[in-house]
């Protein structure tokens, strides 16, 4: 892996079976919001990811919302990829914009995971830190190796946490994620990696 970039951008989250547990941990176990947008991946059929949204918003940690074309990404905030909707970045003047694609769905699954990280590696370079949570298949692995050659950082799901772990087993058999941990853990590992690069 290369020098580790500056602060990261954007907190990358991809999840599928299991997700919405492991999600609600995650954001639970935030001892305050992150200096940077969240972007969550959930493999859900449209309709399903408004009330996953409404739920993890309700925890009280940061704001939830599902993505919107065009909104801008802001620090602090939590935003869930549309059911049956790609969610993308794009850079523009001074911050990350969402993208919503209908793009055809990628391994099996729209929204995907890939997608998401390869627009944020282009826009954000390195400067991205992925968490791969549970779930089948391996949604995610592709866009984790990309984003660790930029140098970014990824961390993934341990398999005794996981209710299937398909996603988060084939980044760390691929040896792309520095850390395997529980969800909880992983919150913590969030927060200290976007106060690395401003030390």
Request: net charge neutral; hydrophobic share 45%; charged share 15%.
């Amino acid at each position: 892996p290369g020098r580790r970039a500056a602060a990261p951008r954007a907190i990358a989250i991809g999840s599928s079976t299991g997700g919405p547990q492991a999600l609600a941990a995650l954001v639970g176990a935030l001892t305050r919001p992150p200096p940077v947008p969240v972007l969550v991946v959930q493999h859900m059929p449209a309709g399903f990811t408004t009330l996953l949204a409404d739920h993890l918003h309700r925890l009280g940690r940061l704001p939830c919302a599902e993505a919107t074309e065009g909104t801008p990404l802001l620090p602090g905030r939590l935003y869930l990829a549309p059911g049956d909707r790609h969610l993308l970045v794009r850079e523009a003047a001074g911050g990350l914009l969402a993208k919503l694609s209908d793009g055809p769905p990628e391994n099996f699954c729209r929204p995907a995971v890939d997608p998401l990280l390869r627009s944020l590696v282009a826009a954000c370079g390195g400067r991205v830190v992925a968490a791969i949570l549970t779930g089948m298949g391996h949604d995610g692995l592709e866009g984790c190796r990309a984003l660790r050659q930029a140098g970014g950082t990824v961390l993934a799901q341990d398999e005794a946490s996981s209710v299937v772990w398909g996603m988060p087993g084939a980044v760390a058999r691929a040896g792309v994620a520095e850390t395997l941990a529980p969800p909880e853990e992983i919150a913590a590992r969030l927060l200290a990696a976007c106060m690395e690069g401003v030390a």
